[in-house]
């Protein structure tokens, strides 16, 4: 199980979260968007359907409709009604059940980084976990630092 920190510094999460849902969709997978905050929820629902007019990244909120067909199922918590086997945790708030997923994409802003640092060790001692660290260079590109 690979899992992604994504250290947001310069691109906010209304720019990264949908670059990474497109590739998880183009690639055939499915894809859970967590965050307990219900107001952030409806934001990412509304950011999903418009947030570049040559795309679109069919999603539904959880509850919404039929959760079992959905490629992108925006939730309150880690439970995948859409078979997904991607899970984004977007409130800056680690899960330890994003790791029954085949990944997870862990994104934080600087004032969760001390959380993120706690869950970075946490996971570091794990069987079968493949952490990986990203950041923004000066340039806005995503490099792999750890």
């Known amino acids: ?3 992604d920190f994504y250290h947001l510094t310069a691109t906010p999460l209304d720019r990264a979260l949908p670059q990474i849902a497109e590739k998880v969709v183009a690639s055939g997978a499915r894809l859970l968007i967590v965050s307990a905050g219900e107001a952030q929820r409806a ?3 509304r950011l999903l359907w418009a947030y570049a007019p040559e795309s679109f990244l069919p999603h539904a909120q959880a509850g919404a409709g039929d959760d079992a067909s959905q490629p992108i199922l925006i939730a309150g918590e880690v439970t995948a009604a859409n078979a997904a086997r991607h899970v984004a945790l977007v409130d800056g708030a680690w899960r330890d059940e994003a790791l029954g997923f085949d990944r997870a994409f862990h994104f934080f802003d600087d004032e969760a980084i001390p959380a993120a ?3 970075w060790k ?3 001692g794990q069987d079968g976990v493949e952490r990986r660290y990203w950041k923004q260079n000066d340039a806005g590109r995503w490099e792999q630092v750890a």
Do not use: E, N, S
């Open 1 to 3: 199980m690979q899992v």
């Open 43 to 45: 934001t990412l629902d």
């Open 117 to 119: 640092r706690l869950a």
């Open 122 to 124: 946490g996971l570091g």
